[in-house]
């Protein structure tokens, strides 16, 4: 089989296991096993794969938001069963019971109801909904470090975890207008009871965002969402779509694009290996062998390290054993017709090819300004960015200055216009502008690669 339709193959599976989620079930599957510890794992793989697909959403924010109003909204439209904290506590007051009386005991006062109990009330509907398999949005829990806890005692993790995030003093004017209603609005003091109880609700909201630091996402409560735009974010997180596969991601463009920031956060978002030939042959220089003098003659020039050794350099890395598994972004390579064609030499067989544009006379602009630290190497973009002691020793690194700059722009274009007249490659391109803010950028590719999925 040659490379073209080895790699027609490989894409051919790998899109059959996407379009199938079945990365997405096996990683359910893996999930549910290290939750509940079954005796026997391979009755309850088979029980659980006959089960119904159900999702199950936290919502919190401060006390007099709209969050109640967006829980039953989303919920609605989701098709998902809604429960309310507040509605749960408001039906054990009704009872008349001991319990009701220690409820009423902190309602009085505008305080937290103890966790205990709060914990006992929300676990009992939580698990009543688990048993009838339903989907549901569970609004106002949980608030506490205590009460995040005690849903990961239980083996509760929720789908998605969404927080209403609003200022210090938004949450002040809501906790205000929370207690200007009934049964709050005879109680004195409303001052001191208000700034204590906005306070509490900070101190816990930060507590409950390290207890769910890897799961929750936050919106901004201050903002008037639409419907559709607030549910569409609620089903990107509901049902990932990023890759659960090992891919392997090429990102070039001119230098200066913002291609190494892109790669970067590409690596760190999805847990891929960031492989920069720029930090490969720094290393190679610092071993202080003859490999290394000969690239930093080249480096200290302004001019591109030998292919021989970039792609050596590249074929070692690539051999390691966390590339294998965890796939890999590649920043930098190929930059020469010779490396592209040395792509097949070593076996990379791109996933995506991401191609960064930008205007010539732009990236000269942002190339000149910027500056290199000699001690610590770090970069800045303009002088004005580094601190004042800084300043006076930054220089221009060779490969920056405009005449330099105008030559790689030229390799670039010839490169550019290689890959987009190599037909195999043609389905593998997502183009992406290095004009726009450099977030929007990540968002955009971000985006696409998993919509591939």
Not at 42 to 68: A, D, H, M, W, Y
Not at 270 to 285: A, D, Q
């Amino acid at each position: 089989m040659d490379q073209a339709n080895k790699l027609q193959y490989q894409q051919q599976v790998e899109n059959y296991l996407e379009r199938n989620k079945v990365y997405h079930i096996f990683e359910d599957l893996l999930k549910s096993l290290i939750i509940k510890k079954p005796d026997d794992p391979i009755q309850f793989l088979i029980n659980k794969l006959q089960e119904p697909e159900t999702k199950k959403i936290f919502v919190v924010g401060p006390p007099g938001s709209k969050l109640r109003e967006l829980s039953l909204t989303l919920a609605d439209y989701l098709n998902f069963h809604i429960v309310s904290i507040g509605d749960l506590i408001e039906k054990e007051l009704s009872k008349k019971s001991e319990l009701s009386q220690q409820i009423q005991e902190s309602l009085d006062k505008f305080q937290y109801v103890s966790d205990e109990i709060v914990i006992n009330i929300a676990l009992n509907q939580i698990n009543h909904l688990e048993n009838e398999k339903k989907s549901y949005i569970f609004e106002g829990f949980p608030k506490t470090r205590v009460q995040g806890l005690a849903l990961q005692k239980e083996g509760i993790i929720p789908d998605a975890f969404l927080i209403l995030e609003m200022s210090q003093e938004k949450v002040y004017q809501c906790c205000l207008k929370k207690l200007d209603s009934e049964p709050f609005n005879k109680l004195n003091n409303k001052e001191d009871l208000v700034k204590n109880h906005s306070l509490e609700y900070q101190l816990n909201l930060k507590q409950v965002k390290e207890v769910y630091k890897n799961q929750y996402f936050s919106v901004d409560g201050e903002k008037n969402y639409e419907l559709e735009d607030m549910a569409q974010l609620l089903k990107y997180k509901l049902y990932d779509n990023s890759p659960k596969r090992a891919l392997r991601i090429v990102v070039i463009g001119p230098p200066g694009s913002g291609r190494s920031t892109l790669a970067k956060k590409l690596s760190s978002k999805y847990g891929f290996v960031y492989i920069s030939t720029r930090e490969l042959i720094s290393n190679l220089v610092n071993q202080k062998g003859a490999t290394g003098k000969e690239a930093f003659e080249k480096v200290s020039k302004g001019d591109l390290v030998d292919d021989r050794i970039v792609n050596a350099l590249i074929k070692e890395r690539l051999n390691q054993t966390d590339c294998q598994l965890q796939g890999y972004v590649l920043d930098g390579y190929p930059k020469t017709d010779k490396q592209l064609e040395s792509l097949n030499e070593l076996n990379v067989q791109p996933t995506l090819i991401v191609i960064i544009d930008a205007a010539d006379d732009i990236i000269t602009r942002r190339l000149v300004q910027r500056r290199t630290d000699p001690i610590t190497g770090k970069l800045y973009n303009s002088v004005d960015e580094a601190d004042k002691e800084v300043r006076s020793r930054l220089v221009i690194a060779p490969n920056e200055k405009r005449e330099v700059v105008q030559q790689r722009l030229k390799g670039w274009d010839d490169l550019k216009q290689l890959i987009d007249s190599t037909p195999k490659y043609a389905s593998l391109i997502y183009k992406v502008s290095g004009e726009n803010p450099l977030d929007n950028m990540i968002e955009s590719v971000c985006y696409h690669l998993e919509k591939m999925n």
